[in-house]
């Protein structure tokens, strides 16, 4: 069913780095592209989201670029903290459809 | 305005019972989606109820079923469970039934099978 293939499983950063986590999906009708953050013992919530219409997106240490013709997309955290140590997913969606795709998820610990 | 609540929090069953999960919507979001995280993995859909119907549904068998009450709330029913259910069961809500405005997760019901 997985149609979202993210990588590296798990990444280590030294705080203040940049923490860069990749997904390629293989639908080209997706349309919609978000990051979703988990910590232990939540649910995901909702970091940052881009559709193809645009090939970056910011949103304070948080981007997004995207690259429709390769079907990437990439998450960069810059000055990363060990407060952003989590799993992330990336995730994709098409249209009105109502049933997103995840990866499978990328387990990031910043080291102070 | 509160978030998503799901209860109960963990549930330890017996392989051929059956079990209830409830889910409460965010204020404002009449759409409930039931996902299932795997240890390890991503979640995966299960099903979508929008105005109290079933408003799409994954590849998961019939034995997993659900509901929507009036006040948007949900319930997630699996009957028969096996060994491989056991997994963290995420509610999440919208203000649509497209996945693309965005879902608010709760923290999910951690539900062993044994």
């Known amino acids: 069913q997985q149609q979202v293939k993210q990588s590296p499983q798990s990444l280590i950063v030294q705080k203040g780095g940049i923490s860069i986590i990749n997904c390629a999906y293989e639908n080209t009708a997706f349309d919609y592209f978000p990051w979703y953050q988990q910590f232990p013992g939540k649910g995901p919530a909702l970091l940052i989201a881009?559709?193809?219409?645009?090939s970056e997106k910011k949103e304070g240490r948080f981007t997004i670029s995207f690259n429709k013709s390769a079907k990437q997309f990439s998450l960069h955290i810059m000055d990363s903290q060990p407060g952003d140590s989590a799993t992330y997913f990336c995730a994709a969606s098409k249209g009105n459809n109502n049933d997103m795709r995840f990866g499978a998820g990328t387990r990031l610990t910043v080291k102070p | 305005e509160t978030g998503v609540t799901q209860s109960p929090t963990h549930l330890i069953k017996t392989r051929g019972q059956q079990v209830t999960l409830r889910c409460s919507s965010q204020s404002g979001h009449n759409t409930v989606s039931w996902y299932q995280q795997a240890l390890g993995q991503g979640p995966q859909f299960i099903f979508q109820?929008?105005?109290?119907?079933?408003?799409g549904r994954g590849n998961f068998p019939p034995r997993f079923s659900g509901l929507q009450f009036p006040n948007y709330s949900s319930e997630l029913n699996v009957n028969a469970l096996e060994l491989d259910d056991s997994a963290l069961y995420l509610c999440a809500s919208s203000p649509s039934g497209a996945a693309n405005y965005g879902y608010t997760f709760g923290s999910g019901t951690r539900l062993t099978v044994v």
């Open positions: 881009i559709r193809p219409d645009v």
């Open positions: 109820y929008y105005r109290e119907e079933e408003n």
